[in-house]
């Protein structure tokens, strides 16, 4: 019988992370030691893997063979590893992440807040960037105003942005409403809600934004008995929306449009925002807080039980309060589409006039998160000294209005009107009392908020007053004359 020996040898193949072109990497020492410790071997052939940019180079790696020694001692016994730490105690690996220096939506987060620090440590030590993260904004409108708010909101930090219309992208919407390309037009036009929110996650995956596709009911608009359930839904929808965010910015396209939300933010104290444009003017605006805010401490209710004292008590209070965006109105909303041409319809406006408008819109909300009052803020004018301002991001106005004929802008102060259609004590115990109700009645009546509150008798009384003056010699050409009514 022949008996025949056999040999064999070890080939020990690993991911060698040194990229030194002659010298393998620690782990061979490791591992070579585990190896003659258990196996008792003289010499092993090892294969360094390496890889460069992710892929493997066959040209850098290394083919050998290591003549091992064995100590005294050795022989059944696991060696201590080299060139490992203890981890709080133990042998393990030590693990470090490079997500923070690699992945690129951390690296997008790290770099578009480094001009917000660079702000507060150059010039504005105060200036609160988890106020700024955590604030949730909803913005009624996705056209040009939109768009550019929501850009404007995002370089300033705000990271929670909702966004809320029905329309689609047209053909004529890219090269003016910054957030939609061509592809947004093609096959019918994609929502702008969604389109949008799609937009803004591509220049900035890090932002939590949602589109919602949805019309908002607009007095002056009548719903028969088979949309009234559908309406009173989007209704209700809004509703759940401006409860759900911290601020709402209106950028709707109709006054009328503006009606509902004013209304519900009024009765919810939530920060408001304007911005309203013309052919070649706009109007920012911050709205009060609500009536029931008791911030100047009123109580029309309770203070007084004479009728005719309360309603001082109601009128000193709206004197105190700052107004909405229909609180100049004598007339209630209407339908201010449906009897006019197309080109009636569309707002026509100076390219220009968007961003600013939408641009000091943000900043109105930046200043007022920043105010130690916050909406209960009295409105500043610019006539104040600059300079002079306790408030690190300078005046708090209330309103701003502006002209690009003239290149000129100022601030107004405007207070609550005791009549106005949208936040009165009137308008809201009426919501507050019937409902849906109250706002159905709105929808489908045009006469029903004037007469509610007093606007019909006041139309009536000033229609019936006339006024008869004379003058003496002295008076004649003198331009300073007037009436105050």
């Known amino acids: 019988m022949k008996f025949t020996r056999f040999y064999w040898q070890v080939l020990f193949g690993f991911y060698d992370p040194c990229h030194l072109p002659s010298t393998p990497g620690w782990p061979l020492r490791n591992v070579l030691a585990l190896i003659s410790a258990k196996w008792n071997l003289k010499s092993v052939q090892f294969f360094c893997y390496r890889e460069n940019r992710g892929f493997a180079d066959m040209g850098l790696s290394l083919v050998g063979e290591a003549l091992i020694t064995v100590p005294e001692g ?103 409403q910054s957030l939609y390309t061509l592809d947004d037009c093609l096959n019918g036009g994609s929502f702008k809600a969604t389109a949008a929110v799609e937009s803004l996650k591509r220049i900035f995956p890090a932002v939590e934004a949602e589109g919602v596709v949805m019309a908002i009911p607009m007095p002056g608009h009548p719903v028969n008995s088979q949309e009234q359930e559908s309406v009173l839904d989007d209704c209700r929808r809004l509703s759940d ?78 004197k105190h309060r700052l107004g909405c965006y229909f609180c100049n109105d004598v007339v209630a909303p209407t339908d201010s589409t449906s009897n ?29 998160l920043h105010h130690p009052e916050g909406i209960f803020a009295e409105g500043d004018i610019s006539n104040n000294v600059i300079g002079t301002s306790e408030q690190p991001l300078g005046i708090l106005p209330h309103q701003i209005r502006g002209s690009l004929a003239q290149f000129s802008q100022m601030t107004l102060v405007g207070y609550s009107s005791p009549s106005c259609t949208a936040c009165c004590d009137t308008v809201l115990s009426e919501y507050r009392n019937k409902g849906m109700e109250f706002i159905l009645q709105a929808i489908n009546h045009p006469t029903y908020l004037e007469d509610l509150t007093g606007l019909t008798e006041l139309m009536k009384s000033a229609a019936a007053f006339s006024l008869d003056w004379d003058k003496d010699d002295d008076d004649v050409g003198n331009d300073d004359d007037c009436v105050e009514i």
């Open 74 to 176: 050795w022989k059944d016994t696991t060696p201590n590893a080299v060139g490992w730490e203890l981890n709080k105690g133990r042998k393990v690996p030590r693990c470090i992440s490079l997500a923070q220096s690699m992945d690129p939506t951390r690296l997008a987060v790290s770099a578009a807040d480094l001009n917000l620090k660079l702000m507060r440590w150059r010039a504005l030590p105060s200036l609160n960037l988890n106020a700024l993260s955590s604030v949730k904004c909803l913005l009624l409108g996705a056209g040009t105003l939109g768009c550019q708010v929501a850009r404007t909101l995002m370089a300033w930090g705000v990271r929670k942005i909702t966004l809320v219309d029905n329309g689609k992208v047209a053909m004529s919407n890219p090269l003016r």
């Open 241 to 318: 929306l401006i409860d759900a965010h911290d601020s709402v910015f209106l950028l709707t396209d109709t006054r009328e449009s503006r009606w509902l939300p004013t209304l519900l933010c009024a009765n919810t104290n939530k920060i408001t925002i304007t911005a309203a444009l013309g052919f070649d003017s706009f109007l920012v605006m911050r709205h009060g807080a609500g009536p029931f805010s008791h911030a100047h401490g009123f109580d029309a209710e309770t203070a007084i039980p004479s009728s005719a004292d309360v309603h001082k008590i109601k009128d000193a209070k709206e």
């Open 340 to 368: 006019r041409t197309l080109d009636q319809q569309c707002t026509v406006t100076r390219p220009g006039l968007a961003p600013i408008a939408s641009a000091l819109a943000v900043e109105l909300l930046v200043s007022i």
